[in-house]
């Protein structure tokens, strides 16, 4: 029901929870098998809202198929009455296909939080469950260090061009956004679907910097700069020492987000499990999920994404904003 709610985005996501659970009351882990087998679609429509890749406006083509990429378009022209129209002709290079890589998680809970009749154990158990898997889909996307492997796609800004921001005052800032802009408009993008990514952390300090006794940015507390949208993730890292993070300017409409739509989401309370984050192939110490009365919840979505071409994203480096 958490995960319902949250997917609607009500108001009153809370005060609609505490009633219906208070009418419910607990719930047997049979009645759960009952109720899991239909939230796929329920927990994706909540990833979505707490992601990049599902809050940016990308161009979502189907999984498996192949995008192809326009290198020369067709032709307007003004034309004498009487005489034949010019053809254009369209020139193509295909582009890869957008096979499903799976992200997963494994969360394990005790029984007797599954079974609470508490609204509040089926938001733990929400967030526990969504946690990893918003964490690691949003630095996998923006990372730059992510080439990309056979199991991972790379970040949209792996080989992307990236510019190090000369210094942290307004006057820095600004010549930095600007030349970013620059170059995805020197790459031959239109800046109609442009936007900022950033951290939260730069975010909220930008919004305090002050240029001539005044707010510098007054509308990025509104996910808004230089008139485009900002996109802010506390997993846009902040490495080093001191920390230094990036903003990245991405034409969301030039980056191919493929998704299947839904999560699988089962549970089991039989079974042994490793509980490491490296689980090993050789022998290793087992938790048994009966014996321990714990119930174990495996999440898994399918989805990829890759930039249409070159140029679509630019990064400035070394932001200790």
Not at 260 to 267: I, M
Request: aromatic share 6%; with cysteine; hydrophobic share 45%.
């Amino acid at each position: 029901m958490r995960l319902w709610l949250s997917g609607q985005n009500f108001d009153d996501e809370d005060e609609l929870q505490r009633a219906t659970k208070a009418l419910s009351g607990a719930v047997s882990l049979d009645a759960y098998a009952q109720l899991y087998a239909g939230v796929s679609d329920d927990l994706a429509a909540y990833l979505r809202g707490k992601t990049l890749t599902g809050r940016m406006a990308l161009r979502r083509p189907p999984l498996g198929v192949r995008t192809l990429a326009v290198t020369s378009g067709s032709i307007g022209t003004f034309v004498q009455e009487g005489r034949p129209i010019p053809v254009g002709e369209l020139q193509f290079t295909g582009g890869e296909l957008l096979m499903p890589r799976r992200i997963a998680t494994i969360c394990v809970v005790t029984k007797e939080l599954v079974e609470s009749a508490r609204p509040e154990a089926e938001t733990v158990l929400r967030d526990d469950l969504t946690k990893g898997l918003i964490e690691t889909l949003d630095q996998k996307f923006i990372d730059p260090n992510n080439a990309g492997d056979d199991a991972t796609p790379a970040s949209i800004l792996h080989g992307a061009p990236n510019l190090p921001l000369a210094g942290g005052t307004v006057a820095d800032l600004d010549a930095g956004l600007v030349a970013l802009m620059d170059l995805l408009i020197d790459s031959g993008m239109d800046l109609s679907s442009a936007a900022w990514v950033m951290s939260s952390r730069t975010k909220a300090r930008m919004a305090l910097m002050r240029s001539g006794g005044a707010l510098a940015y007054p509308g990025i507390a509104g996910n808004e700069l230089a008139g485009f949208k900002v996109f802010d993730s506390a997993a846009v890292q902040h490495v080093g020492s001191p920390g230094s993070g990036l903003i990245a300017l991405v034409q969301q409409s030039e980056v191919n987000l493929a998704d299947a739509g839904q999560s699988e989401v089962e549970f089991t309370r039989q079974g042994d499990l490793q509980m490491q984050t490296a689980p090993l192939a050789t022998a290793a110490q087992m938790i048994n999920m009966w014996q321990n009365g714990l119930v174990a919840y495996r999440v898994m979505r399918a989805l990829n994404w890759q930039p249409r071409r070159s140029g679509a994203a630019a990064y400035l480096s070394g932001v200790s904003i």
